[in-house]
């Protein structure tokens, strides 16, 4: 049986899913494929690592740094989140938090990393062969929020977050890699619907340098509520375990609460408990 994990980012919302991956850690649950998109791209490094709780202070701690997140940084180098400082100065080897991407490398998991040609508008799959040691331009490119950033230059290509082209990349996963079952991490309650009035003003915006991403931003919400439909028919068939929280705790994409944050990394810690049972 060839299992998946699919974790659909959300900004700070995403300590959820970091909770989640954690306690699958600490439980030894092995994944033959995961993909990411977004902050649910830099979980499941972390988790591909097998680096328990490494996430945690970039939700708690950094990203309360101006170096990270900022009007500075918005001033200064036209992006609200430095992507350099969080996957580039912490996450290097000799950085506060390395990532080990020697472990991440030997590990059998295929990982996919979900991120939005700019100018295209096209979904671009990256894989480890697009990623070497402390070179983590995949995570960036799928870690860029419209708007509050410019595009991220990667390979000769400008590239925005990952979830304009494909927020909930649960097709990819089963007709694709051919999962049998995947897990599907969603960082609002299993019954929220996207609206559109704030993307297709926000469109407007990316229109005339990216008339492909503003398209994908103005369409994002009814791609995501039909792909929610389609996880449901996947649950229904008993081929895809969704995990969501009740509650955001007040969380949104760039909002900072230490308090929040912890009380949805607790959330996402008891919820996979459910995990390893619906494998078997």
Request: aromatic share 10%.
């Given at each position: 049986?060839?299992?998946?994990?699919?974790?659909v980012g959300g900004g700070m919302r995403d300590i959820y899913g970091s909770g989640i991956l954690d306690r699958c850690l600490k439980m030894g649950i092995k994944f033959d494929y995961g993909i990411g998109v977004s902050a649910g791209a830099a979980n499941i490094t972390s988790y591909k690592s097998g680096q328990y709780r490494r996430n945690i202070p970039f939700y708690t701690d950094y990203s309360y740094r101006p170096e990270y997140m900022s009007f500075r940084n918005l001033l200064l180098k036209g992006s609200f989140i430095d992507l350099d400082y969080v996957y580039g100065?912490?996450?290097?080897k000799g950085g506060e938090n390395p990532l080990d991407f020697e472990a991440m490398k030997a590990s059998p998991m295929k990982f996919v990393i979900v991120a939005?040609?700019?100018?295209?508008g096209k979904a671009k799959y990256f894989t480890m062969d697009d990623m070497k040691?402390?070179?983590y331009g995949p995570i960036k490119c799928s870690s860029?929020?419209?708007?509050?950033?410019?595009?991220?230059?990667?390979?000769g290509r400008l590239y925005f977050d990952g979830g304009l082209s494909n927020p909930i990349p649960i097709r990819k996963a089963f007709e694709e890699e051919k999962c049998d079952k995947c897990v599907l991490i969603l960082t609002r309650p299993r019954d929220y619907l996207r609206t559109s009035d704030k993307?297709?003003?926000?469109?407007?915006?990316?229109?005339?340098?990216?008339?492909?991403?503003?398209?994908?931003l103005e369409r994002r919400a009814a791609l995501y509520n039909k792909q929610l439909d389609l996880a449901r028919k996947y649950e229904d068939e008993g081929r895809l375990l969704i995990l969501a929280p009740e509650s955001i705790e007040g969380m949104g994409m760039l909002k900072k609460n230490k308090a929040g944050s912890m009380k949805l990394?607790?959330?996402?810690?008891?919820?996979?408990?459910?995990?390893?049972?619906?494998?078997?």
């Open positions: 049986m060839k299992t998946g994990i699919i974790d100065v912490l996450s290097v939005t040609d700019a100018v295209t040691q402390d070179d860029c929020v419209p708007i509050v950033n410019r595009p991220y230059r990667f390979n993307d297709k003003r926000r469109a407007l915006l990316l229109k005339r340098k990216y008339p492909g991403s503003a398209k994908r990394y607790k959330m996402g810690w008891s919820d996979a408990k459910a995990i390893k049972q619906w494998l078997i």
